[in-house]
């Protein structure tokens, strides 16, 4: 079983719909959580990141981390063609820099 | 934001040259620096953790003489992909932390060797 678990899609949806990513993982040592959003030949770019469980919002994204089920989700609301890209989450542990373990990414397709 | 600067964007080597990548942070220091590989449809795969001023943590499988790090300065870490041979080929990607928190990527280098 691979640490974090997310499905890779590929996720379609009309303009303006919200979309809804997820990942599990096994590891209850993570404490932070992370989601990237990578274009095709291009580096991740951190969009949201989270520590411990809760919800944080950012414009129209909002992440959530519930500890306690070991899933992590991140909404976009009115999704734009713009965000077609693959997401992928992450998480590492605490103290010092611990190494990120990746999920293997989501591609989004928003459709005009 | 933080800034972490990589290049070459795309390299095309020889089969049994060696290559080198640097990846920089430009705004800040970075004491520990990450490199990952990544095949197409594939999530990033850790390689190796950089750390300045001593030896690099190679991640199990992954071969140390292959792929040489160096962590010279608290802003420079360069991968050296030494007698390259085309399985080699792939997009490879060094990621920074500003501080304890925030991972920062740097654009990637996309290797063919042929």
């Known amino acids: 079983q691979k640490e974090v678990e997310q499905d890779p899609g590929p996720l379609s949806v009309p303009e303006g719909a919200i979309v809804s990513l997820n990942c599990t993982y096994s590891?209850?040592?993570?404490?932070?959580f992370m989601w990237y959003r990578q274009y095709s030949r291009k580096g991740p770019e951190l969009l949201m990141y989270t520590y411990s469980s809760g919800n944080k919002e950012d414009g129209r994204f909002t992440a959530q981390v519930d500890k306690s089920s070991k899933y992590i989700s991140l909404f976009i609301r009115d999704s734009q063609p713009s965000d077609s890209a693959t997401y992928l989450c992450a998480m590492r542990g605490s103290g010092g820099y611990q190494k990120v373990t990746f999920g293997t990414g989501t591609k989004l397709q928003v459709i005009p | 934001g933080a800034v972490v600067s990589q290049h070459p964007s795309w390299v095309i080597c020889k089969s049994g040259t060696s290559v080198k990548i640097e990846c920089r942070s430009l705004?800040?220091?970075?004491?520990?620096m990450f490199w990952y590989r990544q095949f197409p449809k594939q999530s990033l795969m850790l390689m190796a953790t950089?750390?300045?001023?001593?030896?690099?943590?190679?991640e199990q499988g992954v071969e140390k003489d292959k792929f040489l790090i160096n962590h010279a300065s608290l802003t420079l870490s360069t991968l050296t992909v030494t007698s390259a041979h085309p399985e080699d080929s792939s997009f490879y990607i060094c990621?920074?932390?500003?501080?304890?928190?925030?991972?920062?990527f740097g654009s990637g280098t996309r290797l063919t060797v042929v």
């Open positions: 950089s750390n300045e001023g001593s030896k690099a943590t190679y």
């Open positions: 990621s920074a932390a500003e501080d304890n928190y925030g991972y920062t």
């Open positions: 590891n209850s040592a993570f404490q932070y």
């Open positions: 705004d800040f220091q970075a004491t520990t």
